[in-house]
């Protein structure tokens, strides 16, 4: 059974930092890598970052610079260490797991966790 358990989310204010982190089971890291969405309650989500097997990494421009992804394989965990926040960053976060895509762009994700949700004040 295939779980992805997201942790790490909270309140912080603006300029803060928080460490999202994605515990997996049950599934391995495909040649198309995990990434992370967020989402507003009753909007799309929104792809701001993925990681390939290799190591290459990719992001949206509204995160690049301020996010940093990465994978520890002995855990099996995904991570998003979360910089300089702003108010606009305030969603909820969901890792997944991408099992269709073309170089670092993911076009379907198989796997979802439940999500967790990051508040950031001004």
């Known amino acids: 059974q295939v779980r992805l358990m997201e942790s790490g989310g909270g309140s912080v204010q603006a300029g803060g930092s928080l460490k999202l982190s994605c515990a997996v089971s049950?599934?391995?890291?495909?040649?198309?890598?995990m990434v992370w969405y967020r989402q507003i309650p009753g909007k799309e989500r929104e792809w701001i970052s993925g990681?390939?097997?290799?190591?290459?990494?990719s992001y949206d421009d509204s995160v690049k610079g301020r996010f940093t992804i990465s994978h520890d394989a002995t855990k099996n965990t995904l991570y998003m260490q979360m910089d300089r926040l702003q108010s606009a960053d305030t969603d909820v976060y969901t890792c997944?797991?991408?099992?269709?895509?073309?170089?670092?762009?993911?076009?379907?994700?198989?796997?979802w966790g439940q999500g967790t949700q990051v508040t950031v004040s001004s």
């Open positions: 997944g797991g991408c099992t269709y895509c073309a170089g670092t762009t993911c076009h379907s994700v198989s796997y």
């Open positions: 990681v390939l097997p290799d190591g290459t990494k």
């Open positions: 049950g599934y391995r890291f495909t040649t198309c890598g």
